[in-house]
């Protein structure tokens, strides 16, 4: 008996095809009786196995009574004979298949049809195409498998995404299975997510399905459909990130779908109604009126392709009453809202009380009821507003995405009662469903925080005891939001979408200190002014403590953190749209790593506050050589409070200040600087002298108060002063009575003959200047200045040269000294004097960018240093900076309270003491204020060594030395952060 080969296999096959179901049997018997003869170790026995098998396969296939199921044993029994490297291997895989192909086609189970994936995926790179076996059918077989997979329900399971992974990697690039393939495996992922809520899930599904869209070019049959999936799953992510330009992608996607599907196209009506959502998705964020009457267009139209009868009337009629109902919160029109309601209505007639979309228009009709009782004040209205919220809510389940909405309607049904009818439990009510819907986990970021804002605006409005928890709500979950982006310009756009809550942490703060919390109001300050910067520096975090009792943890969380930071910085500079989330995909699982590891270090003792926000106990550490003044302006109150260096904090009263009051004293000090800098210098500054009176009288005066009277303050001793808001903009340090004393023996002191006046943008930032001050470098020091800065970036400065040459002369003849300037004062030469000396003076243009303030810049030779290069361009060796530049410690417009500029910048990146500006510096006038600096700064040097702790009392002495040579304007420009 000769053993199977390929050839035997195909001549065997070729005969007994030609045979009737009587010699068939006959070959039964006879292959069994050889098999018979054959024992399990018999060099033929898999042969006899597989002829024997092959023949009973034949027989089913003639629809004889066989038992497919010994068939199917007999080839796992040969398989099991042949393992890999058998010359008969592949044959035995391949027979396998297309037995377990005819089993499952007789009884579609889905284990067969796992099986038979598994297998050909031994098969496939076992027999690549043009090999005999891919001639005699393979191909067939496992496209078969395929269709079968795709057919599969959708498992959002680990087992049922690795089987759509199998399956996809069946179809590589060409084949014809793969956009289904692609498709199948997004769906898997994306209800995974639906589950889950992991971002990675979403972004996996949009990423397959750019793929799949890429492969249905213009003219193929099925792009329309992948259009709409791929902009549904964009949809996904703009409702849990908020990113525009997902949504702007959505709409030009469905515009594109809805072209493919002219007038007469069966499916029209889905692309009408998917371009009408987005549309009003876009509405509701930007409140554009043509987009909501668009959105109306094109649900009207939908309707007409839905008359009465038509199985998705209920969901078109409701997409009509949406569109309606959101016109009418834009334009006032009742009309619009009274047909609202009745299509809400009429939809609920025609949707079945078992249809699982129902709690959608149950709330809906709810809330156009609620929009009218506040209208017309109809009870009828609110209370029927209330019951369907209710039904809504008993419908679901309690992780259901969509509980979110239903607590949203109640919330506002509740708030719409006791506006009109004043019943505290309302109030109550409404709360307990602004705090349930903030808190759903399944809804995204974006919407939370906007409902614990408007929880906050509402605690606040109706006087209710919530307000404090609504804020910090609010922080926590934008903190957990910005978190997910992966570079710090990111970060911001992502809270510039939250424009209209950039005051809330002055007002938390205000909150706090009206319900005389003090310790709580310095905490919410912090937590709220401080994100971008603690976002960025958590990578940063000191780890000495850690590293002498769990040196392995600490090594593990810097290598983490130094890949994150990594990742951050690559996806910064990443333009495509697909790359770039592919970018964010790889950044967020180094994240999770690291907020791993982050978990595992708050476990131990110790360290429960490992890179938490921090408490008041560890913000006092910011008043250890002074106390830390913060100035909160909001419109609710404006107060200062004094963190001392040990006890309690200290309220201070501005009795006569309003916030109107504060902006119009910023806007006042503004134009009489622009004022006084075309005077001539001799010239008294009469406008500026009235401002800094008043400054001094109603802000400055009460806190010295306290200092004095309460805290026992000694004169000359050290201040931080940290102002929000309005405050970054008024000189708080210059604050001066211009008075006489009473008795005419002198002039009345000013701040800065009281105290040594310095700024910090934070408590923490203060903190981390004063632990990283452990650490001391060699000192060097660098002169940077650029006098004729490149193309666009501004005039020439003629003073600058001979003012890097006067450092020069004042720095001490022990200290190594660089001076990079003209043609060497490029971005990369000014970045590596930065990163590689302990002590920098940098002369040249400031340019603040309000808009974008990380674009905020120095000007060099060939292009600008930014403040996300300096950010970006690490140095922990750094010491001191003096900014002889303009503008280059004011804030932007958009987040004033996160003082992102570029003296915030410098102390971020290393620079524990850093001198900056708050408006423009005269080039000529400057060098006076410099070398009175540096004099005092170097003078009774111990030892030679040089100490950055000594800049705030030498700009104190400085600017008090130049007082005949420099205008007022000019002296009171510069200011001092850090330690």
């Known amino acids: ?43 033929d026995h898999a042969a006899a196995l ?185 949809e996904s992510r703009f409702d849990h990130q908020g990113k525009s330009h997902d949504l702007d992608e959505v709409i030009s996607m469905h515009e594109e779908a809805l072209r493919l599907r002219p007038v007469g196209h069966k499916t029209r009506a889905f692309s009408l109604g998917n371009l009408g959502g987005a549309l009003r998705t876009r509405f509701h964020k930007h409140g554009d009126v043509d987009d909501i009457n668009r959105a109306v267009s094109l649900s009207r139209e939908a309707l007409t392709l839905r008359p009465p009868g038509h199985p998705r009337r209920d969901t078109t009629l409701n997409n009509l009453a949406l569109a309606l109902k959101h016109r009418y919160d834009k334009l006032d029109l009742i009309e619009d809202l009274n047909d609202a309601i009745d299509l809400y209505r009429e939809s609920l007639r025609v949707t079945r009380l078992d249809d699982l979309e129902r709690h959608k228009n149950l709330y809906n009709l709810s809330s156009a009821l609620c929009s009218r009782f506040t209208r017309t004040r109809k009870n009828e209205d609110v209370e029927e507003a209330i019951r369907l919220c209710q039904e809504s809510l008993v419908i679901l389940p309690l992780l259901h995405p969509d509980r979110y909405l239903g607590l949203m309607r109640l919330q506002h049904a509740y708030l719409s009662r006791y506006q009109v009818q004043h019943n505290p439990t309302d109030l109550s009510l409404a709360v307990e469903n602004y705090r349930l819907a903030s808190r759903h986990p399944t809804q995204g970021f974006p919407r939370r925080i906007i409902r614990a804002y408007n929880w906050t605006v509402t605690a606040e409005q109706h006087g209710d005891g919530s307000a404090l928890e609504a804020y910090s709500t609010f922080f926590e979950l934008l903190d957990a939001h910005l978190a997910t982006r992966s570079s710090t310009t990111s970060r911001r756009e992502a809270a510039g979408a939250f424009h209209y809550a950039r005051s809330l942490p002055v007002d938390a703060a205000s909150c706090a200190i009206r319900s005389n919390n003090l310790r709580r109001a310095v905490e919410l300050a912090e937590q709220g002014r401080g994100q971008q910067w603690s976002l960025a520096s958590r990578l940063k975090t000191p780890v000495e403590d850690l590293e002498s009792g769990h040196p392995h943890l600490a090594r593990k969380f810097l290598e983490l953190s130094k890949r994150v930071s990594d990742a951050a910085q690559g996806s910064a500079a990443i333009t495509d749209r697909a790359a770039a989330e592919v970018a964010e995909t790889k950044y967020r699982k180094i994240t999770t790593q690291w907020e791993a590891v982050v978990a595992e270090i708050r476990n131990l003792q110790g ?159 203060l903190i981390r200047a004063r632990q990283a001050m452990k650490t001391r470098a060699t000192p060097s020091f660098a002169a940077i200045g650029q006098s004729q800065p490149g193309a666009g970036q501004g005039d020439v400065l003629p003073a600058v040269d001979s003012e890097l040459e006067l450092v020069h002369t004042l720095v001490p003849p022990n200290i190594q000294f660089t001076n990079i300037s003209k043609d060497e004062a490029t971005q990369a030469g000014a970045l590596n004097a930065l990163q590689c000396n302990t002590w920098v003076h940098l002369a040249c243009h400031g340019m603040q960018d309000l808009e974008q303030p990380y674009n905020s810049c120095f000007s060099m030779r060939d292009k600008p240093v930014t403040l996300l290069d300096i950010m970006e361009n690490n140095s922990p060796q750094a010491e001191f900076a003096f900014l002889s530049a303009c503008h280059t410690a004011v804030g932007d417009e958009e987040t004033p309270d996160e003082a992102i500029h570029l003296a915030a910048g410098l102390q971020f990146s290393g620079f524990k003491s850093v001198v900056g500006t708050l408006w423009g510096v005269n080039d000529a006038l400057v060098k006076h204020v410099v070398e009175a600096f540096y004099e005092k700064m170097f003078e009774d040097l111990e030892d030679g060594v040089i100490d950055c702790t000594k800049a705030a009392w030498a700009l104190n002495r400085a600017t008090h030395t130049v007082m005949t040579k420099v205008p007022l304007e000019q002296r009171m420009v510069f200011i001092h952060i850090g330690v």
């Open 1 to 43: 008996m000769s053993r199977e080969t390929d050839a035997g296999h195909a001549r065997y096959t070729e005969y007994i095809t030609r045979q009737t179901v009587s010699h068939l049997n006959d070959a039964l018997q006879h292959f069994q009786s050889v098999l018979d003869r054959c024992s399990v170790d018999h060099p």
């Open 607 to 765: 360290f429960s506050r490992f890179l938490l926000p921090p408490l008041y106990e560890d913000l006092q550490a910011a008043a250890r050589h002074g106390p830390v003044i913060i100035l909160v302006a909001s419109k609710y109150s404006c107060n200062a409070v004094v963190v001392p260096t040990s006890g309690q904090p200290h309220h201070v009263r501005f009795p006569r200040i309003t916030f109107a009051d504060l902006e119009k004293l910023k806007d006042d000090f503004a134009t009489a600087i622009r004022h006084a800098a075309r005077m001539h210098p001799a010239e008294p500054r009469k406008k500026l002298r009235v401002r800094l009176r008043i400054l001094w009288d109603e802000i400055m005066l009460p806190i010295v108060n306290v200092l004095q009277h309460d805290l026992k303050l000694q004169h000359r001793s050290r201040i931080w002063l940290c102002p929000t808001a309005a405050f970054t903009s008024i000189p708080l340090h210059a604050a001066n009575p211009f008075r006489t004393n009473a008795d005419r023996s002198g002039s009345e002191p000013c701040l800065e003959d009281l105290y040594i006046c310095s700024y910090t943008p934070t408590l923490s930032a």
């Open 50 to 234: 597989t002829n024997l098998a092959w023949a009973r396969l034949q027989g089913y296939i003639q629809n004889d009574l066989q038992d497919i199921d010994t068939t199917t044993s007999l080839f796992r029994e040969a398989l099991a004979l042949h393992p890999q490297g058998h010359p008969n291997h592949i044959l035995s895989l391949f027979h396998l298949i297309l037995v377990l192909n005819w089993r499952h086609n007789k009884e579609r189970t889905a284990v067969l049809i796992h099986e038979s994936l598994q297998l050909c995926c031994k098969l496939l790179p076992l027999c690549p195409e043009g090999t005999y076996l891919r001639s005699i059918g393979v191909d067939s077989e496992v496209d078969y498998v395929i269709d079968e997979c795709n057919d599969l329900p959708i498992d959002a399971s680990d087992e049922g995404i690795h089987l759509r992974r199998v399956v996809l990697e069946l179809c590589p690039l060409g084949h014809k299975h793969r956009p289904r393939a692609l498709n199948k495996l997004a769906q898997a992922v994306e209800a995974r997510f639906d589950q889950h809520g992991s971002i990675d899930d979403l972004d996996e599904s949009i990423q397959l399905r750019r793929e799949a869209v890429s492969l249905c070019p213009e003219g193929h049959s099925n792009r329309g459909t992948c259009l709409n999936n791929l902009a549904f799953s964009l």
